[in-house]
């Protein structure tokens, strides 16, 4: 998957390290990944021969923790960024033999070390974002998708391949809710767009009309000739989402200062992202077990927080602030210093 994204986005170089995760398997299997990961840490040295970096930037998971381990022995310096909240096993490890540490929000810290003094190098720089989030034209998004400027707009989205449980939900309340607002349901690639569009099929005309569905959304910019549908533009065009909490969420909403219905995802560190948005006041959030409650659909727990904030703009206006004033408009570039001056150091030593 990486691969693709690398080719499909940019025009880097790529090259795979052999990993493994050890956390939670057996004894065979966890011979096997430690024998992987001694793999991987020769091929990331052999790498960094080739290469000769100044600095190595990580991101996290276990790919990371033999190209760490062979820079700490050959003295490259070393940056882990933690994008979420609460980190994972190989980031807490990483952020230990790593030379810099760099987290989207300050609340990361407590989940890192503790009440322990930190002897090493951390830095607040948020998480990089389209720069088109910031400044865009809500009418003009709203024409992308054809879409009416005197209703308010839902977006619905939950990551590349979307959000099972939550597309179900939203199945289940599209009559309710399209009698109030418009609707862009990006659903994901995973094939549920078949039986939403035969639930949309089933509606009143006047609700299908109110109703974008989407697999997937690119995620686009401005054009020469407008605004085009991509997932910018439907941020841009939105008075409300209705997503996941992944570490996307923590940027990507304050950016375009939309207020939010969160449902993290239950099996990953999702329930703390929303919780720092629920705390600065800019979402509420809503259990994935429990969204459509154990009566009416209508009636539950995720109907009721879109209804309630849809029926008061003030509130809605209010998030929206909240939301905004916890935007970094420059997160890209203080992380890209941040680790030019590490390499800047390194090449000058």
């Not at 054809?146 to 707009?153: E, K």
């Not at 009416?296 to 509130?315: E, M, N, S």
Request: proline share 7%.
């Amino acid at each position: 998957m990486e691969e693709g994204i690398v080719a499909r986005e940019s025009r880097l170089p790529f090259r795979g390290l052999p990993a493994a995760a050890l956390r939670g398997r057996g004894p065979l299997q966890m011979l096997r990944g430690i024998a992987t990961m001694a793999t991987g840490s020769l091929a990331a040295r052999r790498l960094i021969g080739e290469v000769r970096p100044a600095a190595i930037l990580g991101t996290g998971g276990y790919v990371c923790v033999p190209l760490f381990i062979a820079a700490r022995l050959l003295g490259i310096p070393t940056m882990i960024y933690l994008p979420d909240v609460v980190p994972g096993l190989a980031v807490r490890f990483l952020s230990r033999i790593a030379t810099l540490t760099a987290v989207n929000v300050e609340d990361a810290l407590p989940y890192l070390y503790g009440a322990k003094p930190r002897k090493r190098q951390v830095v607040v720089t948020g998480y990089p974002v389209r720069a088109e989030l910031f400044a865009q034209d809500r009418a003009a998004c709203r024409r992308a998708f054809g879409l009416d400027d005197r209703l308010p707009v839902v977006l619905v989205y939950g990551g590349s391949r979307g959000a099972r449980s939550l597309n179900q939900a939203i199945k289940a309340l599209l009559p309710d809710l399209l009698e109030r607002c418009q609707i862009i349901h990006v659903c994901g690639r995973e094939g549920d767009a078949v039986w939403l569009e035969q639930a949309a099929a089933g509606l009143r005309p006047e609700q299908r009309g109110r109703y974008r569905l989407y697999p997937y959304l690119e995620a686009g910019a401005a054009e020469a000739g407008g605004y085009t549908p991509a997932m910018t533009s439907a941020l841009g065009a939105a008075d409300l989402a209705i997503c996941r909490s992944g570490a996307s969420t923590l940027a990507e909403l304050p950016a375009a200062g939309v207020p939010a219905v969160l449902v993290p995802y239950p099996y990953v560190h999702q329930d703390e992202n929303a919780d720092y948005l629920v705390r600065h006041g800019a979402a509420v959030k809503v259990a994935d077990g429990t969204m459509l409650g154990a009566g009416q659909p209508q009636a539950g727990p995720l109907a009721q927080a879109i209804l309630r904030l849809l029926a008061d703009t003030p509130a809605r206006q209010q998030m929206a602030a909240q939301s905004r004033a916890l935007a970094r408009p420059h997160a890209a570039n203080d992380l890209a210093a941040v680790f030019r001056s590490l390499a800047t150091r390194s090449a000058g030593r």
